[in-house]
């Protein structure tokens, strides 16, 4: 997903500063894609060379800080949104996730350390979860499509919890088990 687009996106529904949409990209989308705070400002600053968001500085009416840097999409924007929109997404289904990144090598390492970082991505998973639930909860009556994303996130979620807990079981079972074999060995015999 292009950070691009999910601004433009986003500044459909309202005007907005750089800090509103990392959060709003957090509470909706946290599901399926994670941002990282400075990739928003440089981000916003090519879609205003662009022409395509204009930026006005909102005062703070007496809060503390610096003045806000207000985005909205131009005409130009939304245009260029529409076409991206309406065009072929990408094929390939891709789920980008360090942990399942990681969980793959835990073959190579101590299965009594992998069993803890299971644990504390379960711990991670329910707390997620309790958080989707209540943004599906408050989307309830949203607009269909923002509705069917919340619902989608808290499925995946269910279906993640569901897989590290059957996981958890059977790396415990393989611990018991002196038969089980190495991942470097089944590795080298399958020609990887």
């Known amino acids: 997903m292009s950070l691009k687009y999910s601004i433009l996106g986003l500044l459909q529904y309202r005007d907005m500063h750089g800090y509103q949409i990392k959060k709003t990209i957090e509470n909706q989308f946290g599901h399926m894609w994670t941002i990282n705070y400075g990739q928003i400002y440089p981000n916003l600053k090519k879609l205003k060379d662009e022409g395509l968001v204009t930026m006005i500085e909102d005062a703070n009416h007496g809060e503390k800080g610096p003045s806000r840097k207000m985005y909205s999409i131009t005409g130009k924007g939304n245009q260029v949104f529409l076409e991206w929109l309406e065009s072929l997404p990408e094929k390939n289904m891709i789920l980008r996730d360090p942990f399942l990144m990681r969980f793959v090598f835990f073959g190579f390492g101590d299965k ?81």
């Open 112 to 192: 009594k350390r992998s069993i803890e970082i299971v644990d504390d991505q379960i711990n991670l998973y329910k707390a997620q979860m309790k958080k989707r639930r209540e943004n599906l909860e408050r989307l309830q009556h949203h607009d269909i499509y923002v509705r069917l994303m919340a619902e989608l996130g808290v499925s995946m979620n269910e279906l993640l919890l569901e897989w590290l807990e059957r996981s958890r079981k059977e790396i415990g079972k393989s611990m018991k088990d002196p038969t089980a074999s190495s991942s470097r060995r089944l590795w080298r015999e399958n020609g990887v």
